[in-house]
């Protein structure tokens, strides 16, 4: 630190003493990334100068108080341009530079290599290449129609993620919407990891794209801070969401780096990186007060209206219900109770019966066309926001978005998806459109919660469960009606499970969830005529699943026989395995006979019977099994 | 059937006659879906036109012979109008009126709800809706650089699936190439599942759109057949790939549904059908015989270079090498004795080491930038076409294209996948780089192969194994340097697993893949310090499994502690109590004491050692593991 602290930069300092931020980020750019020993300072000197503008004259933000409700966000997409980010945070005042060079990158500390929300001032976790965009169309759709509020929403884009879908699926949206407090800045710096990017500096290439799905485009230089700050302007005028095409240059200001390729992803040895300081001009100590929020004004959102069912569907046992109806009439009638909760369609409202919601609450529902990546974006930039939201389509089409699941689950959200039409028991449509991977992809996802009820009460009740639970919730409903197995009132505590059958001496323990309840439950009986006695399990909780009432059933009867609608990897065999092997009463006595009917061939098409026969799960395949376990 | 078969239709045939061939397609598709009780008709209706001017005049194909190499290729990425195509096969002479009219989505049938390629004119499924286009480019340019072949690519989609990114994702890589030979045709019949789509009938918004990202864009009323032959007539001159935007209506023809929202994937009921039927003037039994696949001429494609190196690559043991470098040494001397074999790159070939493939075989490799979707449908394109593709990136981005490689499946695809920097192994990057959910996600594919070397050697051995593997095989692999622990010439078997450390008292198992198995050998030799005897398995083929192995190890031993450097859901160790499960003899003996370690928090950055030493998998997390079991 050679030199010392100068006067504050704002909104009324001049484009002199921006430049002179400007060089203070790369400094600490290539500093840091030294420091650590790795990063990406070459992507960073590149943006520099965007972000020298924006935080100076343009985001309206508080260092000091990133929750204020008023203020403008920023996501960067490029989050391997991180060290950029940290720069502009010790710019900020709001961390210090011994925090920025010794803590970045390294264990156990919030600096690291790509920015995620342990951060006071970032709302979602980047590193994912192409997800930036769509978090902030969900966010600027949260601030517009749920907020009422006037924030902007500001997206700093590398060129290489342009290719992506997920960004123009995103920006489609942002066309769409018209969401004018949506800005995308793309640092077109020409060079990928590996080399030229696809469209290298064809900045109008950018521009037509963003002009043909609805965004107004500008193309400047990005390193020229006037004409920067005059995009700027032009994109916080509230007439149309806007994407500021930015030729840049990667290694800006470092001449042995500069527009080199090789240079990504690499910090500079330490001699380089003292040359590059000195020709960066030095160390520089610049503080950033920049536009601050508006003041909170009272929030002109359309009041939640009163509109739909105020209490939940309630069911008689025996009546057929599917639980994909249960769970769209208890999400809508929980949309009166709780105005945080929004519902996100893609365009399949009227399968999954999401549209329930529309009709009652039509302010909070939001049809992001056929388009699963961004509906989970947009219900992740809710969430960031406050509210509750419950994304559903099928349990097939989930699959989709499958990476922004794993990257909400590192934003730490708090979110419900529900996937509809789940497994072979959907008929006649086909494997295409069978969830046959789901429960395996929503296990995996770091502290999830997975349910799959077996009727139309439960569904209710666990849908209404899933408004106060901690991050990722999945719900897996059926498409068929089955008859309603549990009388109103009946508790489903997440974690728990239901023991539907049992006797003093039962034999064999059938375990299902979903549909395959039913067939436990039908090949129980079957089993009864013969003189065989099984109980009944539905484990309508798959994570966490109730290790009690398995070991108990395991140790009760000896015999297991777990019976899905799903592929055999991944699923309720294997959490039940796993519940069975981590307690400490089953390993000490001996584990049960074992076995696992899933979904292994290739489905086709058929009747719901047929194909949960042709697979192997349906009841006479149940009684078979039980019955060999019992025979062994 | 009452009317009489006519003459049969070609090229020839004037557009009176086609209109005729068009009404038959309705006829037909209104009739297999009454007639099955589900379907998409009003789908179907909307695109007939332009279905029946293609098969007549432009679509070179020999129905007889679908495996013909010069044939064309047609992709229904809208592949809910199955009954349109259906039609088109009983068109061609085929299939059957009886097939289609008494088998279409019934089980054990052909004729399923969603083509798949069981049909021997079909190459993709499809039914996922957005992946056409995609798949429909890999096939492109497979023709163009792979075979030399001169056939050309239709694409028929919907325009509800234009709100998915993979199209614009596909459709920037038709630009990029410059794909002559392939020409999308958008139904635009407005109407989508639930209601008006996105952009309804702006057609010049799709035509801005597709001009944007480099394609010739051709607007037309799909109902005008003459209009619709000269625009397949343009996008047929080899000159540029083509965009053909159709304005349709939904349910043309039949005027109690024509554009009438509420009746999307709604069979008509057999009153209305009648009348239908009726009203596109009965059945008809007309032939189609349109173009042949031009002869087959020599391939002029460029021959296989024989650049690289010709043998795999030898590791001494003891050196250290990361497992992703031996991949890409492995792969580039496979490409030199398997000319069949591509490589497909989603930017990062420099740090897959997928590049070195690049540098051996330039003409079977293919960078598709950051666009994990489009990568593996180009991958899924070759494979159709013959190639045995090898598509590389971050095992974490896999997740990206999830939907894709669960289509693929069901497409009965062979191609192997590569997923690099697996786990929190990867060390500073931080979590949004880190693969903890792929072995779920790829263990719960049908049909799939899962492997994950520990050493170089066994990567080279893996990587040469997958080029005869059927169906979709992985190769997880890690970014760090480990020492080589097999001499060169060691076969390690699909199936098997080996046991590097073991005696005749072992107390306890340690099973580890990849980068744990290293902590379970330092482990092993800590416990031996202590007198603890320690058998080590390294489990190198995860799917499938040694079970053989597995129940032995727990049989003489009577204590696993499996280790994976992934979530605890769906991974190595819910596989080897899959095994064990299902393994008789563990059954019939008492089973094994279990510990599973593996990632629960949420990481961050830091080194390798200290992330799995965080993360609760390192040896010292080991030892006391074992130690537990042992002393329990």
């Given at each position: 630190?050679?030199a010392?602290?100068?006067?504050a930069?704002?909104?009324?300092?001049?484009?002199?003493?921006?430049?002179?931020?400007?060089?203070?980020?790369?400094?600490?750019?290539?500093?840091?990334?030294?420091?650590?020993?790795?990063?990406?300072?070459?992507?960073?000197?590149?943006?520099?100068?965007?972000?020298?503008?924006?935080?100076?004259?343009?985001?309206?933000?508080?260092?000091?108080?990133?929750?204020?409700?008023?203020?403008?966000?920023?996501?960067?997409?490029?989050?391997h341009?991180?060290?950029?980010?940290?720069?502009?945070?010790?710019?900020?005042?709001?961390?210090?530079?011994?925090?920025?060079?010794?803590?970045?990158?390294?264990?156990?500390?919030?600096?690291?290599?790509?920015?995620?929300?342990?951060?006071?001032?970032?709302?979602?976790?980047?590193?994912?290449?192409?997800?930036?965009?769509?978090?902030?169309?969900?966010?600027?759709?949260?601030?517009?129609?749920?907020?009422?509020r006037?924030?902007?929403?500001?997206?700093?884009?590398g060129?290489?993620?342009?290719?992506?879908?997920?960004?123009?699926?995103?920006?489609?949206?942002?066309?769409?919407?018209?969401?004018?407090?949506?800005?995308?800045?793309?640092?077109?710096?020409?060079?990928?990891?590996?080399?030229?990017?696809?469209?290298?500096?064809?900045?109008?290439?950018y521009?037509?794209?963003?002009?043909?799905?609805?965004?107004r485009?500008?193309?400047?230089?990005?390193?020229?801070?006037?004409?920067?700050?005059?995009?700027?302007?032009?994109?916080?005028?509230?007439?149309?969401?806007?994407?500021?095409?930015?030729?840049?240059?990667?290694?800006?200001g470092?001449?042995?780096?500069?527009?080199?390729?090789?240079?990504?992803?690499?910090?500079?040895?330490?001699?380089?990186?003292?040359?590059?300081?000195?020709?960066?001009?030095?160390?520089?100590?610049?503080?950033?007060?920049?536009?601050?929020?508006?003041?909170?004004t009272?929030?002109?959102?359309?009041?939640?209206?009163?509109?739909?069912?105020?209490?939940?569907?309630?069911?008689?046992?025996?009546?057929?219900?599917?639980?994909?109806?249960?769970?769209?009439?208890?999400?809508?009638?929980?949309?009166?109770?709780?105005?945080?909760?929004?519902?996100?369609?893609?365009?399949?409202?009227?399968?999954?019966?999401?549209e329930?919601?529309?009709?009652?609450?039509?302010?909070?529902?939001?049809?992001?066309?056929?388009?699963?990546?961004?509906?989970?974006?947009?219900?992740?930039?809710?969430?960031?926001?406050?509210?509750?939201?419950?994304?559903?389509?099928?349990?097939?089409?989930?699959?989709?978005?499958?990476?922004?699941?794993?990257?909400?689950?590192?934003?730490?959200?708090?979110?419900?998806?529900?996937?509809?039409?789940?497994?072979?028991?959907i008929?006649?449509?086909?494997?295409?459109?069978?969830?046959?991977?789901?429960?395996?992809?929503?296990?995996?996802?770091?502290g999830?919660?997975?349910?799959?009820?077996?009727?139309?009460?439960?569904?209710?009740?666990?849908?209404?469960?899933?408004?106060d639970?901690?991050?990722?919730?999945y719900?897996?409903?059926?498409?068929?009606?089955?008859?309603?197995?549990?009388?109103?009132?009946?508790?489903?505590?997440?974690?728990?499970?239901?023991?539907?059958?049992?006797?003093d001496?039962?034999?064999?323990?059938?375990?299902?969830?979903?549909?395959?309840?039913?067939e436990?439950?039908?090949?129980?009986?079957?089993?009864?005529?013969?003189?065989?006695?099984?109980?009944?399990?539905?484990?309508?909780?798959?994570?966490?699943?109730?290790?009690?009432?398995?070991?108990?059933?395991?140790r009760?009867?000896?015999?297991?026989?777990?019976?899905?609608?799903?592929?055999?990897?991944?699923?309720?065999?294997?959490?039940?395995?796993?519940?069975?092997?981590?307690?400490?009463?089953?390993?000490?006595?001996?584990?049960?006979a074992?076995?696992?009917?899933?979904?292994?061939?290739?489905?086709?098409?058929?009747?719901?019977?047929?194909?949960?026969?042709?697979?192997?799960?349906?009841?006479?395949?149940?009684?078979?099994?039980?019955?060999?376990?019992?025979?062994?």
């Open positions: 630190m050679t010392p602290p100068t006067t930069l704002g909104p009324a300092s001049d484009l002199a003493q921006v430049f002179e931020l400007a060089q203070q980020l790369r400094v600490d750019s290539v500093r840091a990334s030294t420091a650590a020993g790795s990063g990406h300072p070459t992507s960073s000197l590149s943006a520099a100068d965007l972000m020298a503008v924006l935080m100076t004259r343009h985001l309206r933000y508080d260092w000091d108080a990133p929750d204020d409700p008023a203020a403008d966000h920023l996501v960067f997409s490029k989050g341009a991180s060290p950029l980010l940290y720069a502009m945070f010790k710019a900020a005042g709001a961390i210090g530079d011994d925090e920025l060079m010794t803590t970045y990158r390294r264990s156990g500390h919030r600096l690291q290599g790509h920015p995620t929300p342990v951060l006071p001032w970032v709302d979602v976790a980047t590193g994912s290449l192409g997800q930036g965009v769509a978090y902030g169309v969900g966010m600027a759709l949260a601030g517009r129609e749920l907020e009422g006037s924030y902007r929403v500001w997206v700093l884009c060129d290489s993620e342009m290719t992506e879908g997920s960004v123009w699926e995103a920006l489609d949206k942002a066309g769409h919407h018209r969401l004018a407090n949506f800005t995308a800045l793309i640092d077109v710096n020409r060079l990928g990891q590996s080399g030229p990017t696809e469209l290298e500096w064809d900045t109008s290439a521009a037509r794209r963003a002009e043909a799905f609805g965004c485009a500008i193309v400047v230089d990005g390193h020229d801070l006037a004409a920067v700050d005059r995009a700027l302007t032009t994109a916080a005028d509230g007439q149309a969401p806007t994407v500021v095409v930015a030729r840049t240059v990667k290694g800006r470092v001449t042995e780096v500069a527009d080199k390729n090789g240079w990504h992803g690499k910090p500079l040895p330490g001699d380089m990186a003292d040359r590059a300081v000195a020709e960066l001009g030095g160390v520089r100590d610049l503080r950033v007060r920049g536009p601050r929020p508006p003041e909170a009272p929030v002109s959102v359309t009041p939640a209206r009163t509109g739909g069912p105020s209490s939940p569907p309630r069911y008689d046992v025996g009546d057929e219900v599917a639980t994909r109806v249960a769970f769209g009439s208890a999400l809508a009638a929980l949309g009166a109770s709780r105005p945080d909760v929004v519902a996100l369609d893609a365009e399949v409202g009227n399968s999954t019966h999401a329930d919601f529309r009709t009652a609450h039509p302010e909070r529902y939001f049809q992001t066309y056929i388009a699963e990546q961004q509906m989970i974006a947009d219900a992740v930039g809710m969430a960031v926001r406050g509210f509750r939201p419950y994304a559903t389509t099928f349990a097939a089409f989930l699959t989709r978005a499958h990476d922004f699941i794993r990257m909400a689950a590192v934003s730490q959200i708090d979110m419900a998806l529900c996937g509809t039409h789940c497994g072979v028991e008929g006649a449509d086909g494997p295409s459109q069978m969830g046959l991977e789901d429960l395996a992809m929503m296990r995996s996802v770091r999830s919660t997975v349910l799959y009820p077996s009727d139309a009460t439960s569904a209710v009740a666990l849908t209404l469960a899933m408004a639970l901690d991050g990722i919730s719900l897996r409903t059926t498409r068929g009606a089955y008859p309603v197995l549990y009388a109103d009132g009946e508790s489903f505590p997440v974690g728990g499970s239901k023991t539907l059958r049992h006797g001496h039962d034999e064999v323990t059938l375990v299902g969830a979903g549909v395959t309840v039913h436990c439950l039908a090949a129980a009986e079957r089993l009864a005529a013969d003189g065989v006695r099984a109980r009944v399990v539905d484990l309508y909780s798959v994570k966490p699943i109730d290790t009690e009432a398995i070991a108990r059933a395991a009760d009867t000896g015999a297991l026989v777990v019976v899905e609608d799903h592929h055999p990897e991944g699923g309720i065999g294997e959490a039940v395995l796993s519940a069975l092997a981590t307690d400490a009463r089953t390993r000490a006595s001996a584990h049960p074992f076995a696992h009917l899933a979904v292994t061939g290739l489905p086709g098409s058929g009747t719901s019977g047929e194909l949960l026969d042709a697979a192997g799960i349906s009841r006479s395949h149940i009684v078979r099994a039980a019955r060999a376990l019992v025979e062994r």
